[in-house]
């Protein structure tokens, strides 16, 4: 059996990192974790620390078969550590290491970079439970509500993956972090968490579909960014955070998927063919596809934000020590090294929008943006395919990458979604036609009801096509009493 496979589920952390054998980390997490069930408890689902839910837990890392699926009280849930098999003589993929063995220890010069590179991928864990801790009471059904938790539950693990790298590495430095993660809390004034778009509310089920569709994205690119690391130990335990993260983008592209084939089933049952028909359509009680568009500009905005600068030299920096690759580096046909190489970036010109050639080590947050939207592009793709077989004459469609920024070269101008250029006034004019505004959120609030019981849906979204591990459409996948 390969290095790692073996899982030790008995004891109090599960792991497959020989967590008995080492004791000064061990003592380090047992430490650690009241904390975190302290955190759980205050910060986690409101309302529903009794519950049974029917829960995937991480059991194995073997890709045939690595989940158990039971039912189980959140408080209860056995959060591990658990990295993907180690790859025997596995080298270095790119940067100035190129070729070298994987470290398995953490270079001293490269303590820093990777103490803040852990550090920003744990905060946002625990901040997208803060976010989410209202979501419970307003579900849109049992099935719904156990997706919530689940997403919640294993962002709650890969919070432990980081707290395990940061102890295990960086000794008293990573306890201290580790701590911190404890401490910050999602749109707090004086602690908040350390990137925008984890300070924002998560305010209704349109908004958490949005989120794991777009910001979880964001998730699985960084994480494939840094499953390429050279630092063997990060490199194994994001290949098996990304096994999870399937599941949180499932759960957002099939929730809008659902919005979008109820809405457009409403509209035909009533004979409605305008999608801006808006008063006729919300008298229908469902979600107006214009509505969809404007919280899809206002995610996809705020994700983009996360990948930083355009141009940046910490992200040439984490690349020519071989921290951070580029997403599917192990596929790309280059040198993987890029120091003559150049990439196109759009940036801010005088004013204008303009693409530059830029040295191609120093536009990597911008080339794993790309990749980023490309892969939005597909899943927006999807939903027009089901809005054009209802026969709707509505596009959704993703905003220019220049729209509602505050990060990076487009925070220094207005654009509209199209991306032309606008003044300060005309984008505020405009405002509530692109952006979600107070009659849209006082209509979604409106609509979020909880539907408690076993096989019954909101009358917004369309129940989905199969269920969760097999299970038939009438399965309780929450015991809220028990
Ligand atoms: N907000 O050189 P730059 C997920 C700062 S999501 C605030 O461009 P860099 C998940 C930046 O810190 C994935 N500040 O930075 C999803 C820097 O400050 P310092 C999370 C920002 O490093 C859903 C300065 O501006 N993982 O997993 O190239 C649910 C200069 O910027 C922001 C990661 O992000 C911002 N948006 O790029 C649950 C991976 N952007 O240090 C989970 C780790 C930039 O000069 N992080 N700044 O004072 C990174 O790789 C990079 O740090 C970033 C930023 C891509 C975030």
């Known amino acids: 059996m390969p290095d790692g496979m073996n899982v030790d589920y008995d004891g109090l952390i599960p792991n497959n990192v020989g967590l008995a054998e080492d004791a000064r980390v061990k003592k380090a997490l047992e430490t650690w974790h009241p904390g975190y069930i302290d955190w759980w408890k205050d910060m986690g689902p409101e309302g529903f620390q009794e519950a049974l839910v029917y829960l995937r837990t991480a059991v ?66 625990p901040a997208s439970v803060e976010q989410q801790r209202h979501l419970g009471k307003t579900a849109p059904s049992l099935y719904d509500l156990r997706n919530l938790f689940q997403v919640n539950v294993e962002e709650g693990r890969h919070l432990w993956a980081m707290v395990y790298l940061l102890q295990k590495y960086l000794g008293k430095d990573g306890r201290e972090e580790a701590e911190e993660l404890l401490n910050r809390r999602s749109g707090n004034a004086d602690s908040p968490r350390m990137l925008g778009a984890f300070n924002e509310a998560t305010p209704d089920w349109v908004s958490f579909f949005m989120f794991t569709f777009f910001t979880d994205r964001d998730g699985k690119m960084q994480l494939e960014a840094l499953a390429q690391s050279g630092f063997d130990p990060l490199s194994r335990t994001c290949r098996f955070m990304l096994t999870e993260e399937a599941h949180h983008m499932f759960v957002g592209e099939t929730g809008v998927q659902r919005i979008i084939e109820r809405t457009c089933e409403a509209m035909k049952a009533a004979g409605i063919s305008d999608p801006t028909d808006v008063e006729r359509i919300r008298a229908l009680g469902v979600v107006d596809l214009p509505t969809l568009q404007r919280k899809m500009n206002l995610h996809f905005s705020l994700t983009l934000d996360l990948f930083g600068n355009e141009v940046s030299t910490n992200a040439a920096n984490a690349y020519n020590a071989g921290m951070k690759g580029r997403y599917r580096e192990d596929k790309i046909e280059d040198d993987h090294r890029l120091l003559d190489a150049t990439y196109p970036v759009l940036r801010c010109v005088d004013g204008q929008i303009a693409q530059e050639a830029v040295p191609a080590l120093s536009a990597l947050n911008m080339r794993l943006r790309d990749d980023y939207v490309q892969d939005c592009q597909g899943g927006v793709n999807r939903w027009n395919k089901a809005i054009e077989k209802a026969g709707i004459q509505f596009r959704l469609t993703l905003p220019h990458v220049a729209f509602n920024r505050r990060i990076g070269e487009f925070s220094r101008l207005h654009a509209d979604p199209e991306g032309r250029v606008i003044d300060a006034a005309t984008f505020a004019a405009n405002h509530d036609r692109w952006l979600p505004n107070a009659d849209d959120n006082l209509y979604i609030t409106g609509l979020m009801k909880p539907v408690d019981a076993a096989g019954a849906y909101a009358g917004w979204i369309a129940p989905p096509k199969v269920g969760i591990d097999n299970k038939p459409g009438h399965f309780e996948y929450v015991k809220i009493w028990n």
């Open 60 to 125: 194995s890392v073997d890709p045939k078969g690595w989940a158990r699926f039971d039912y189980v009280k959140m408080p209860e849930y056995k959060w591990g550590i658990l990295l993907a098999p180690k790859v025997e003589g596995r080298l270095i993929g790119f940067g100035q290491h190129k070729g070298e063995p994987a470290w398995q220890e953490i270079p001293g010069e490269y303590r820093g970079m990777l103490r803040r590179l852990m550090v920003i991928q744990g905060d946002t864990e």
